[in-house]
């Protein structure tokens, strides 16, 4: 089983690579990022540089996870219409999940290269203008404990729908879950909205514990049981939550991939 993860993994992250679409969707959006935060009020006017990278960190996790998880929705959907490489894999004993694992985190490793190495260079120049360690400190807990967690749900959501649906409205639909769940605020949602709670992928509870992020980007001037106080706990269950729930689509998407009918659109 591990052999046959760590060949896809592989085989995967090198046709990632090689793929357009995968550069086309994140790179511009990171890029995009880098310069909202080099100019944005809301990442500018934080006096503190650390609370600059931690502000950041939202743009980050609001566009580039979002670009990722675009340039991804076809992943698992072409695990099932495997075709050379893959369908050696396919022809292995060792079962589907590794293959569809692979699927899933090798181009996902890919496609957070750049992105990863953008932000971590925007820390790395706020810390040496600072004259501080903190603000690159902040950049690498906001990858740890926001961008990633958002970036394997976004991706393993993505690659659900694109199993269930035809790829284009698979990726039309995450876009709007994607936006409802980040940056629909409860006042300006009509419906019960996700954003601000300890549901959403943004990772405002722990950006806020631990990567100096403003407060109003955890629970959005809402209450309730789902927007409790910002604490190490409450940050902690943000992540565990973020993390489940992409296990949970990713587990589906699996076994929808494995029930699926070869050669279905």
């Given at each position: 089983?591990?052999?046959?993860?760590?060949?896809?993994?592989?085989?995967?992250?090198?046709?990632?690579?090689?793929?357009?679409?995968?550069?086309?969707?994140?790179?511009?959006?990171?890029?995009?990022?880098?310069?909202?935060?080099?100019?944005?009020?809301?990442?500018?006017?934080?006096?503190?540089?650390?609370?600059?990278?931690?502000?950041?960190?939202?743009?980050?996790?609001?566009?580039?996870?979002?670009?990722?998880?675009?340039?991804?929705?076809?992943?698992?959907?072409?695990?099932?219409?495997?075709?050379?490489?893959?369908?050696?894999?396919?022809?292995?004993?060792?079962?589907?999940?590794?293959?569809?694992?692979?699927?899933?985190?090798?181009?996902?490793?890919?496609?957070?290269?750049?992105?990863?190495?953008?932000?971590l260079l925007y820390g790395a120049v706020i810390?040496?203008?600072?004259?501080?360690?903190?603000?690159?400190?902040?950049?690498?807990?906001?990858?740890?404990?926001?961008?990633?967690?958002?970036?394997?749900?976004?991706?393993?959501?993505?690659?659900?729908?694109?199993?269930?649906?035809?790829?284009?409205?698979?990726?039309?639909?995450?876009?709007?879950?994607?936006?409802?769940?980040?940056?629909?605020?409860?006042?300006?949602?009509?419906?019960?909205?996700?954003?601000?709670?300890?549901?959403?992928?943004?990772?405002?509870?722990?950006?806020?514990?631990?990567?100096?992020?403003?407060?109003?980007?955890?629970?959005?001037?809402?209450?309730?049981?789902?927007?409790?106080?910002?604490?190490?706990?409450?940050?902690?269950?943000?992540?565990?939550?973020?993390?489940?729930?992409?296990?949970?689509?990713?587990?589906?998407?699996?076994?929808?991939?494995?029930?699926?009918?070869?050669?279905?659109?």
């Open positions: 089983m591990m052999t046959t993860l760590i060949w896809t993994l592989r085989y995967e992250a090198l046709m990632a690579a090689r793929s357009k679409a995968v550069w086309a969707a994140v790179l511009p959006l990171a890029l995009l990022g880098l310069l909202l935060a080099a100019t944005s009020p809301v990442v500018t006017g934080q006096s503190d540089p650390a609370a600059r990278c931690g502000a950041a960190a939202v743009l980050v996790n609001t566009l580039c996870t979002l670009g990722v998880g675009l340039a991804l929705t076809d992943r698992l959907r072409r695990t099932v219409e495997a075709r050379g490489m893959p369908e050696l894999l396919t022809a292995t004993p060792t079962g589907q999940l590794p293959r569809t694992t692979g699927a899933l985190l090798g181009p996902l490793l890919t496609a957070l290269a750049p992105v990863v190495a953008l932000f810390s040496a203008t600072a004259g501080s360690a903190a603000p690159l400190a902040s950049a690498a807990v906001a990858l740890a404990v926001a961008v990633l967690p958002a970036a394997l749900l976004v991706t393993a959501f993505a690659g659900l729908l694109g199993v269930l649906m035809p790829v284009a409205a698979a990726r039309a639909v995450t876009t709007a879950v994607w936006l409802w769940a980040l940056h629909f605020p409860p006042r300006f949602s009509p419906l019960p909205t996700a954003t601000g709670t300890v549901l959403s992928p943004l990772g405002g509870y722990p950006l806020v514990a631990w990567a100096h992020v403003p407060e109003v980007w955890a629970r959005r001037q809402g209450t309730g049981p789902l927007r409790p106080a910002v604490t190490d706990a409450t940050a902690l269950l943000n992540l565990a939550l973020v993390l489940a729930t992409a296990a949970a689509c990713y587990g589906l998407g699996h076994l929808v991939a494995r029930l699926r009918p070869h050669g279905a659109s």
